[in-house]
């Protein structure tokens, strides 16, 4: 029974030679989309001497071998599947494109390996019935062999990249992986013995047990060989074939069962095994060092949208061994889910082509080879796309026809031979079909796990995707910078402190302040970024504030943004840089803000670093544990312990539940200020206890206003929310309650700020109570030369009664010189002593007022206090 019979009608000789051609166009326009890429990177502003070239060179043994092998399967094998050559064609040519466009050297011996590959599929194609029956007579021998041969790693292994583990056998300079070929030759022993014993055997099991066996045996080696990845497709394909054999549900059951025994053992015993697959269950653990790769991939298939960022046009490199492991991801990136699917549905295709090959074979033997080969291409395919997409644990085995490898691509096409034979054989002679069910099943499973990887893909290209692309780990928005210029910073008159100069291709960030590192950051080709460099990128970088048909177009004809746009900011040069000056090398952070306005004047972190010598200072400065790399402003978390006196004293005084006399709290004269910060002036006055830091009289006060007072006072003054002045910044979540207040009221009962968000809160002494919501970004210039204000980051607030608060800004007053001040030391959970002086500006009704913070990570509030006056110009 020919049950294709019907269709092959529709599928004349020539067809082939029809679909080659399509393959040939769409891989022509790929390689000219190559060749333009450097002058559209550039937007045209490069000469044609940066033209590439070199990938024709594989594009035309390419062309040759496949159309000369397709004339010859024509004339040989007239009866072969047509649509065999044409898929292989696409899948091999779209990978030799990638290599060439990811490594030159590799896509020479990539093209190199295809001219040698054509050459053994000639040979085979003219001794082909001697290859078929020798296979199958002696099908002890060639297995035999292939153990032999991959036994030879054990003593003579290599590894091209000169890496464990060692699987391959080299020699002057050509290496070729024995596990490789040792499939093939396990498929044939399978598809061989199946054939000769399943008529005179009773019973499945005991038909299976001399499989098992030898195929236990090549598990063992490849166990012992650390070849994982190639283990895992020897299970799929002695599961695939037998049950395709035997047609029982049991098969496929007991080898799942026995995969995830195998799983589980492997993670207990070997520690490869064990953290891939942490890495498959939590790859955003470790993204830098361990899990750097599968996240790399990730963030490649992310970047590729739905249409790709063009041939030639994306950063696929950045992924370590793109052009074999991860070729996936590469042409994901650039073809985006279109290419994808597209991709997968060859694949796919070619799986289900094999597998109604097995249908139409003409004998036993032929139909098990058929259906192994099937099971060879779809579970190797599955299994390294499925890794480069966390659909499954990374195994490292090469996508076949299309990954850089030599011995990968001799196997894909052999493969390809036997089925183009197989397929000839069985449309003249077809023998009648067993088990029509079970190869129907495996089709259905093949066709829905490539549709799974499909979907898992969109769901990292579109639903994923944006959110992915923002990460601070994603280099491929930094090393677009150097084709696209990137606005600039400014200060709020207009002072340049970091710009792009150079040209297309070469473009570099300049930092003209560099002693404001810690608060502009960097924007660094693989160190990525950090401070406002990385906050307002997507200004800088074009993305924001632009016309969408301008961000469309550049979209798709450049697959970059638009030019970046500059931004202001509300930080005055000098003022910061003055306070940088001041801190020195004392470890702290500084903060002026505009108490109405709530604009960052200035800012300082210390110590810092010189972002124009990152490359240099990188390893010191990445190894310190000192915060200079930070900016501790707004990412350092301290306990603020006295420095929250005036709060609590105006919150009572409001509630009215201060108690008529510190006397009233029953301490001796000693115990009320022994652990203050410093002796009070008057122990009768409640300013003169808040303002020396006594805890006892915070202590006090905190229980006067119980848990859900302070609570509110802590929330209302936005302890437990983010200024959000463009930089990112920790902040504590806002507990249930405050059920010890007396111990919160110290500020040593875990409750950790930034020097930032209490000089928002200090900002309210010298503002009537009303606390700004920060701004830290001014003003855009759009790409009409206009300036545009950028909307802040809230709105100002009532954080504490007017009148008690300005009452306490005076209390606190330094008349002669104008402003109220305040100086606390604080002490950590191991004792280590950090000091704050918050100051401002004495509130006026119809001036400008200004309020600053100093945080130093010691006992030196002679030199807070010093800084802050000076910073308020005084």
């Not at 021998?141 to 030879?152: D, E, M, R, V």
């Not at 499989?211 to 060989?225: E, H, K, P, S, Y």
């Not at 697959?559 to 910061?576: E, F, I, N």
């Not at 910044?729 to 309650?737: D, I, K, L, N, T």
């Amino acid at each position: 029974m020919n049950v294709s019979a019907p269709f092959r009608r529709l599928l004349p000789s020539s067809l082939s030679a029809g679909l080659l051609r399509l393959a040939a166009l769409f891989l022509s326009a790929y390689a000219l989309g190559l060749t333009i890429s450097p002058l559209v990177r550039e937007r045209g502003l490069s000469d044609f001497g940066s033209l590439r070239l070199d990938h024709w060179l594989g594009l035309a043994v390419w062309l040759g071998a496949f159309f000369f092998l397709d004339r010859q399967t024509r004339q040989l094998l007239p009866n072969r599947d047509p649509l065999l050559i044409p898929l292989a064609a696409l899948l091999s040519g779209w990978g030799l494109m990638t290599v060439w466009r990811l490594s030159p050297y590799f896509g020479l011996r990539q093209t190199a390996w295809i001219a040698v590959c054509s050459a053994v599929f000639l040979l085979g194609l003219h001794y082909r019935e001697l290859l078929l029956a020798s296979l199958r007579r002696y099908k002890y021998l060639w297995l035999l062999a292939g153990f032999l041969i991959t036994a030879l790693t054990f003593f003579f292994g290599t590894n091209p990249s000169a890496e464990e583990p060692r699987l391959w056998l080299g020699f002057g300079g050509v290496y070729f992986q024995p596990s490789e070929m040792l499939k093939l030759l396990l498929i044939a022993y399978l598809s061989a013995y199946l054939a000769d014993r399943q008529p005179l055997t009773r019973g499945w099991l005991p038909l299976l047990a001399p499989t098992a066996l030898m195929t236990g045996l090549a598990l063992l080696v490849l166990f012992v060989q650390r070849d994982l990845g190639t283990a895992w497709v020897f299970i799929f394909i002695y599961t695939l074939l037998v049950y395709g054999a035997v047609g029982k549900r049991r098969v496929l059951l007991g080898s799942l069962f026995l995969l995830v025994i195998a799983l589980v053992a492997g993670y207990e015993l070997i520690g490869l095994v064990h953290q891939r697959v942490d890495i498959w269950l939590n790859p955003w653990a470790d993204p830098s060092n361990s899990s750097y790769q599968i996240v790399q991939g990730l963030l490649a298939v992310a970047s590729g949208g739905l249409l790709g960022r063009g041939p030639g046009m994306g950063s696929p490199g950045v992924v370590p061994v793109s052009h074999s492991d991860f070729i996936y991801t590469s042409m994901v990136e650039e073809t985006g889910l279109a290419g994808a699917l597209a991709l997968l549905g060859a694949v796919a295709f070619l799986c289900l082509r094999a597998l109604r090959i097995s249908l139409n074979a003409r004998e036993g033997y032929q139909r098990y080879l058929a259906i192994g080969l099937a099971a060879y291409l779809a579970s190797q395919s599955l299994l390294i796309i499925g890794g480069n997409i966390r659909m499954l644990p990374l195994t490292g085995v090469t996508l076949p026809f299309v990954s850089y490898g030599g011995s990968s691509m001799l196997a894909s096409f052999i493969a390809l031979l036997l089925l183009c034979l197989v397929s000839n054989e069985g449309t003249r002679r077809a023998a009648p079909v067993g088990h029509v069910r079970s190869t129907l099943a495996l089709s259905g499973l093949v066709l829905a796990a490539f549709a799974l990887a499909a979907v898992i893909t969109g769901w990292w290209t579109i639903a994923r995707g944006p959110d992915l692309l923002t990460r601070s780990d994603n280099v491929r928005r930094v090393r677009s910078d150097r084709f696209v210029p990137r606005g600039a910073l400014l200060d709020r008159h207009g002072v340049l402190l970091s710009h792009t100069q150079g040209s297309a291709g070469s473009y570099q960030r300049e930092y003209l302040a560099p002693i404001l590192g810690n608060v502009l950051g960097y924007s660094h080709s693989t160190l990525g970024q950090s401070g406002l460099e990385a906050s307002l990128d997507p200004i800088l970088r074009g993305e924001q504030y632009q016309p969408w048909l301008g961000l469309w177009l550049n979209h798709i004809l450049y697959g970059q943004p638009s030019p970046g746009l500059d931004v202001r900011l509300s930080l005055d040069a000098a003022l910061s840089e003055q306070a940088s000056l001041a801190l020195g090398a004392q470890p702290g952070a500084a903060v002026v803000l505009d108490a109405g306005s709530g604009e960052v004047l200035a800012m300082a972190s210390a110590p810092g670093y010189n972002p124009q010598t990152l490359d240099q200072n990188w390893p010191q400065l990445s190894a310190a544990q000192d915060g200079s790399l930070g900016n501790k402003a707004v990412q350092g978390a301290y306990p603020p312990g006295g420095a929250l006196g005036p709060f609590l004293l105006v919150a009572a005084r409001s509630e009215g539940v201060v108690p008529d006399a510190p006397a009233d709290l029953g301490f001796t004269l000693n115990e009320r200020y022994s652990d203050c910060d410093r002796q009070p002036r008057n122990l009768d006055s409640w300013v003169d206890l808040v303002a020396a830091g006594c805890p006892g009289a915070l202590a006090e006060l905190g229980m006067a206003l119980g848990g859900e007072r302070l609570l509110a006072l802590f929330e209302g003054l936005g302890f437990y929310s983010s200024p959000d002045p463009g930089i990112q910044e920790r902040f504590q979540s806002m507990p249930a309650s405050l059920s010890r207040p007396g111990a919160a009221a110290t500020g040593q009962d875990g409750l950790l700020l930034s020097p930032l968000q209490m000089a928002r809160a200090a900002c309210a002494l010298s503002n009537f109570g009303e606390m700004p919501a920060t701004r830290l970004a001014l003003e855009v210039k759009t790409d009409e030369d206009e300036w545009l204000a950028l909307g802040g980051s809230g709105l100002a607030r009532r954080a504490l009664p007017d009148a008690f608060a300005a009452s306490m800004a005076q209390q606190l007053a330094n008349t002669p010189l104008g402003i109220w001040e305040l100086g606390i030391r604080a002490y950590g959970p191991g004792g280590e002593a950090y000091t704050w002086h918050l100051a401002g500006d004495l509130a006026a009704q119809d001036g400008q007022s200004r309020c600053a913070v100093v945080l130093l990570e010691n006992s030196e509030p002679t030199m807070a206090r010093n800084i802050a006056r000076a910073l308020l110009g005084r």
